[in-house]
């Protein structure tokens, strides 16, 4: 059976043809749009928080400078997308929705006129419809409080775009920048409450570390000298009111004899039975003792911290610190006279410093 065509069937043909035709011409047009912008070069973004779902996060985008300078851009856009090629799907919990620009962006021509665009939740915008001057020099452009993805230690990319038009449609320069959440890693220290104390007859410093020694000799009593010896204590504490530290034990004792100690003060006098202490810095009678030192707050008790002033009362507070303190070492002068009288024999006591922080 042979087939007719009117006329106007014909005509129809005609005209399909030619829009196919038109349609196909098309398409390499398109993506040579897509493809022919330049590519940015030394890009980065800079967030100010990396952690998952942060907000008010700050992005700071910057390049080199753009390569094509002799257009001038209307528009910028950094799409974020799960991944650098393909179709672009935003990451969750992105968002733009209520960023803002930190300053006037740099480099992309005009210094002043830039706004955001918080119309795309997924992309980072900025727009200056009346720039006309051309791009140059290093681009910097800071936007603020925008939303992190919520994923944490997850990639995602930042496709970077400027345009020639102030509508984000005619690309001029692109460049894909990765970035990360991370987890955000919590460092926690305990400090309980402390307190450092040594004695001994030597010390480095105020390092307790290297204190030694536990004998005081005062070499032989005499009627016309006074027999001397130091020790030292060191302490330090975080305690809210400080600590003190006080003298325990009694006189210098051989058998039932005893060399009298000064219970209520009183300088060295030689030719006198006498047992006493100070904290003081610059005894002349007898020459004994030294100055506190260290970084710390304490100081030494009133009725010892007085030149030439001796003293020994059992349980007394000698030395004291009224709130947390870094350490001090004391030296602790001893003094014994003895009088014409004193039986022969050895004499001896223990003394024990003890140190009670106040939390």
């Known amino acids: 059976m042979k087939r007719s065509y009117t006329k106007n069937q014909s005509k129809f043909s005609i005209i399909r043809a030619v829009i196919i035709a038109v349609v196909v011409s098309a398409l390499p047009a398109m993506y040579a749009t897509q493809t022919s912008a330049a590519p940015i070069t030394t890009r980065s973004i800079v967030l100010s928080n990396s952690a998952g ?16 300078t002799t257009t001038a851009v209307k528009s910028v856009q950094v799409q974020m997308c799960t991944s650098a090629t393909g179709a672009c799907t935003t990451p969750s919990g992105f968002s733009s929705a209520s960023s803002t620009l930190v300053s006037q962006p740099t480099g992309l021509g005009a210094a002043t006129g830039w706004t955001v665009n918080t119309a795309t939740p997924g992309s980072l915008r900025i727009v200056n419809a009346s720039n006309a001057t051309l791009p140059s020099g290093a681009v910097a452009i800071n936007w603020a409080a925008v939303v992190n993805p919520t994923a944490v230690n997850t990639t995602y990319y930042g496709v970077i775009t400027t345009y020639s038009d102030s509508a984000w449609t005619t690309a001029l320069d692109t460049g894909t920048v990765a970035l990360s959440t991370s987890a955000q890693i919590q ?12 004695t001994g007859t030597s010390i480095t410093g105020q390092n307790c570390g290297t204190a030694t020694g536990s004998l005081v000799s005062l070499g032989n009593g005499s009627v016309s000298s006074t027999a001397t010896g130091t020790s030292i204590i060191a302490a330090s504490t ?21 060399i009298t100690p000064l219970t209520t003060g009183g300088t060295s006098s030689i030719g006198s039975k006498q047992f006493g202490i100070n904290l003081a810095a610059a005894n002349t009678t007898p020459v004994v003792g030294a100055a506190v030192t260290g970084a710390g707050t304490a100081a ?5 911290g007085i030149n030439n002033t001796f003293r020994f009362a059992n349980g007394e507070t000698i030395a004291s610190a009224s709130g947390p303190t870094n350490a001090n070492t004391f030296t602790i002068g001893y003094i014994a006279n003895i009088d014409a009288l004193t039986p022969a024999g050895a004499y001896n006591t223990s003394l024990n410093y003890i140190a009670t922080a106040n939390f």
């Open 187 to 198: 460092v926690a220290l305990t400090v309980g409450e402390t307190l450092t104390f040594c």
């Open 238 to 258: 975080n305690g809210n009111t400080g600590y003190s530290v006080t003298v325990n034990g009694g006189t210098l004792t051989s058998g039932a004899n005893t």
């Open 53 to 68: 779902a942060a907000t008010g996060v700050g992005y700071s985008l910057t390049a080199a400078a753009l390569p094509t």
């Open 300 to 304: 030494a008790a009133t009725n010892y």
